[in-house]
């Protein structure tokens, strides 16, 4: 029977995330995904800073944003009557470039180590495809479903069908990671329910190409023009458009009839994909059943408004990564693994209530444009309602696993334990990021003595002295020890018992 230490059933972002992450702590993987190719579905259209940074430590953020919109595109939101009609209301945000010198200009730690990305779920798949294709430590495989398993006290049993022969066979693996999307088999095998709200809304989705930019661009470049019946997202500011759309409350959905009177006016055009589909705020009852986790959709789904469907997997995938590794490396204590769900379904949680807050305000959007007539007064309504889905910096780079509820509008740097390490620039120019290990890293400022829990570490250690007296405010203690999802294991001015430390950072 074929062994390997992690099975990944689903190669989704997230499954794929995963793969990526267990290779860079030298651990094999075997993924299976039942689709012959990535997805055809454009599916989400930002990656956020934070997936972005945990891309940049995969090695990834180059080679994705080498398929993303260009770095000179802005991120606005442009509402709009129709695209023949008028602008009522833009939220502007800058592009890579002017965010990036934003982050250089501002370094109080309150900036990310990478900007978001625009780009759709249809380009960023084949990149991470190919980073796990060619990884030695991958094995990766499409066209194989992922049918069922049995575990035991010592690992899994898997089987699985290559789609198109039918041959069946089983493999043994010490942990398996269910990363096979909302209707995962994995989480109903496991008897794990779902709690929320499915089926919140009939959606209509056109996803097509069409150079008539004067058309499609009329008020300009943006990433999203949006009406009351829903948003426009240009995908690559050149030739590829989505439009998601209501369901029509009577008959058949007409793809190119409903093109015309979104845009309000014909115009030439190629549909590629065109579906209807479910909106869903859902939560997995747990995360994880003895050897078995789910991460990703298969954990949660939620409205896309916000964004944080894929986002909130990458976080899922790291957090496991890290946490398998060091099981399989033999340095995870008992509880190790079980923090996962403690640590990433609070998340989920609060990312779905998120998910529903901006739907809300879109709702009342919607309810202006029937009730205000005059475009001005809607246009400066739309304007006072905000645009909280795409400013929510503390749901995006906020959370943190001791407890504490952070806001979720401002993103609060902090190194209390639990919480993202907080993002700067050394004196010489370069990232405190970049210089973080792949493992544990111990961050010690002004002369601090680290020797305590070096001796102590039973985990690779990285050792970065910062030596710029300005910075330390932001970390707040002399000693911050940063574990390999950038997330602060534990901090202190001193350290005198470094075995008890590494006991808790690792139980
Ligand atoms: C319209 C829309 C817009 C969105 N916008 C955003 C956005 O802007 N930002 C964002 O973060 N998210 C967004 N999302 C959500 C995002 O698309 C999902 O959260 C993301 O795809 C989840 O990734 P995943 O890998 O967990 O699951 P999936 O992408 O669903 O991947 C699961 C994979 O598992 C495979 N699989 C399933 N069962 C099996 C089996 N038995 N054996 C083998 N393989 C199997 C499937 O074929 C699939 O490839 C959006 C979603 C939609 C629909």
């Not at 695209?83 to 209301?89: C, P, Y």
């Not at 601090?448 to 970390?475: F, K, T």
């Amino acid at each position: 029977m074929r062994r390997a230490p992690v099975l990944i059933a689903g190669g989704g972002p997230v499954g794929m995330t995963l793969a990526r992450t267990l290779a860079s702590f030298g651990v094999r993987s075997l993924l299976v995904e039942r689709n012959p190719t990535t997805t055809r579905h454009p599916k989400m259209d930002i990656t956020n800073g934070r997936s972005m940074e945990l891309f940049r430590r995969l090695g990834l953020a180059d080679r994705l944003r080498a398929v993303a919109v260009p770095e000179e595109n802005n991120f606005d939101i442009s509402w709009i009557t129709s695209l023949t009609g008028r602008e009522l209301h833009r939220f502007r945000y800058p592009s890579v470039v002017q965010k990036r010198a934003e982050i250089r200009a501002r370094n109080d730690g309150t900036q990310p180590r990478e900007p978001a990305m625009r780009v759709s779920q249809v380009m960023i798949e084949p990149v991470l495809r190919d980073a796990i294709l060619g990884d030695p430590l991958v094995d990766a495989r499409w066209g194989v479903a992922f049918e069922g398993f049995a575990q035991d006290d010592e690992g899994v049993t898997a089987t699985l069908r290559t789609v198109e022969t039918g041959v069946t066979e089983q493999v043994r693996c010490d942990f398996l990671a269910g990363c096979d999307g909302g209707s995962s088999i994995v989480r109903d095998q496991l008897g794990i329910g779902l709690e929320g709200k499915a089926a919140v809304a009939h959606r209509y989705m056109i996803h097509f190409k069409s150079e008539v930019r004067d058309v499609l661009q009329a008020f300009g470049v943006a990433w999203h023009y949006q009406t009351d019946k829903g948003t426009l997202i240009a995908q690559d500011d050149k030739d590829t458009w989505t439009l998601q759309t209501r369901m029509p409350a009577e008959g058949e959905p007409d793809p190119e009839a409903m093109l015309d009177a979104w845009v309000g006016r014909s115009f030439p055009r190629k549909i590629l994909v065109a579906n209807p589909w479910f909106t869903h705020l859902l939560l997995a009852d747990r995360y994880q059943g003895g050897r078995v986790f789910l991460a990703g959709d298969a954990a949660h789904q939620y409205i896309p408004t916000g964004g944080y469907g894929m986002n909130t997997g990458i976080g899922d995938a790291v957090d496991l990564g890290w946490k398998l590794a060091a099981a399989l490396k033999g340095f995870a204590g008992r509880g190790l693994l079980a923090s996962y769900e403690r640590e990433r379904r609070p998340v989920g949680y609060r990312n779905r209530l998120a998910s529903e807050r901006h739907t809300g305000v879109r709702l009342e959007i919607a309810e202006l444009y029937q009730s205000e007539r005059d475009p001005d007064v809607l246009g400066r309504a739309i304007a006072a309602l905000g645009n909280a889905e795409n400013e929510s910096w503390g749901v995006e780079f906020g959370y943190r696993y001791d407890g504490v509820e952070p806001n979720p509008v401002v993103y609060e740097p902090t190194t209390a334990p639990g919480a993202r390490l907080p993002s700067v620039f050394l004196r010489d120019g370069s990232a405190l990021y970049d210089r973080l290990g792949p493992w544990f890293t111990l961050l010690c400022f002004g002369g601090a003595d680290p020797s305590e829990l070096i001796d102590a570490a039973p985990a690779p250690l990285d050792i970065v002295v910062v030596d710029d007296a300005s910075l330390a405010p932001i970390y707040e203690a002399s000693l911050v020890l940063v574990r390999p999802d950038t997330h602060v294991a534990w901090r202190g001015n001193a350290c005198d018992d470094g075995v008890a430390v590494w006991a808790k950072v690792l139980a």
